[in-house]
Every structure is written in structure tokens, then in C-alpha cells.
């Protein structure tokens, strides 16, 4: 997150945190991922634990409730696809690259400065959308944290209902 403040292209390690934690799940059957290396679970703890930037509240009920935590997902499912649909539009030349990054899918952060190299338009055009993602989720976390416990982001963060998902089908599976 920090290096595509430099250059938006390192986005593309974004998907490290992306891939891991489902291959985790999926092959060894755990949230590992999401308890132990989760990056953003990691800088929650610290900021909100540690540094004393959390209120320490427990997060509301509505927060923990399936509905929420699935719609959730899927709204974040929408905005991802979006993402790849605006990246195949500029791979295939119906679209153009837009170097702006997205803030809470809505405000618009131009970005500019962050792509100082010269490469395939598709390839910068999934880094802004990569890295708006990424940001968001970040943001999303980082006041859920202020407001209530300091990993409350982990109870309903797309990934963790992905992964949580998984296992019980894999746990399902080999009863």
C-alpha cells in the first residue's frame, strides 16, 4: 500500500494478500492467513492496540450478522469485477487509461505523480483500480479501528467471509 504512494504499479503485489490467504484456506483448511500474516490485521493491532488509537467498543451486532458480512462481500465482489471490466476495456482498446485512484469508490484521487514508467495502458489501468481497492479497505479498517475494537475490520472484511467460507465447504466436505 505505502510503495503505490511511488508508483501505482506496485499494486500488483497487492494480490500476494489476495491469492495467500485463499490458498491457505483452501489448502490447509484455516483462516491462518487472516490470524497470523494479514498485513492490515497486523497494523490494526498495532495503530488500535498498541499506539492506543481505538476506542476499544465492541463493534455492533448488525456488523457481525451474516447478512451484513455477505453483502458486504458481495458489494465488494461488485466493485472488483468493475475493476476488471474497466481494465479489459483498456486492454482492448474501448477504454481509456484514467490514472486516478478511487476513494471509497466514489472520490476521486487524482494519482499521477505515482506512475513515473511507461507501460501497457491495461497494466496501470488494474493498478489504479487494484490500488482503490486497497485503499478503501484500509480506510474502511482504519475507522472501524478508531471507532471500535482494533481488528473489528477483520469481523466483516471481504476476505475473511471468503475464507471463513471456504473452510466450512472444505470442513463439510471431509466429514
Not at 60 to 69: D, I, L, T
Not at 81 to 104: D, H, R
Request: proline residues 4%.
Amino acid at each position: 500500500l505505502i510503495l503505490g504512494f511511488f508508483n501505482i504499479l506496485f499494486a500488483w503485489i497487492g494480490l500476494i494478500c489476495f491469492f495467500a490467504p485463499l490458498a491457505i484456506s483452501i489448502i490447509g483448511g484455516s483462516k491462518a492467513y487472516c490470524n497470523r500474516y494479514c498485513g492490515r490485521g497486523q497494523l490494526f493491532s498495532l495503530l488500535g492496540g498498541r499506539l492506543g488509537l481505538s476506542r476499544r467498543k465492541d463493534i455492533p451486532n448488525w456488523m457481525k450478522s451474516k447478512g451484513f458480512r455477505y453483502g458486504f462481500l458481495i458489494f465488494f465482489f461488485i466493485m472488483f469485477f468493475s475493476m476488471l471490466w474497466n481494465t479489459y476495456l483498456v486492454f482492448q482498446g474501448a477504454g481509456e487509461l484514467k490514472q486516478i485512484v478511487k476513494l471509497l469508490w466514489t472520490i476521486k484521487l487524482p494519482w499521477h505523480w505515482a506512475y513515473p514508467v511507461s507501460v501497457t495502458p491495461w497494466v496501470a489501468q488494474f493498478s489504479f483500480g487494484f490500488y482503490s481497492v486497497m485503499l478503501t479497505s484500509t480506510v474502511l479498517g482504519m475507522i472501524t479501528m478508531v471507532l471500535f475494537k482494533p481488528r473489528s475490520w477483520c469481523v466483516y472484511c471481504p476476505m475473511g467471509t471468503m475464507t471463513q467460507l471456504i473452510c466450512k465447504a472444505k470442513s463439510k466436505k471431509e466429514r
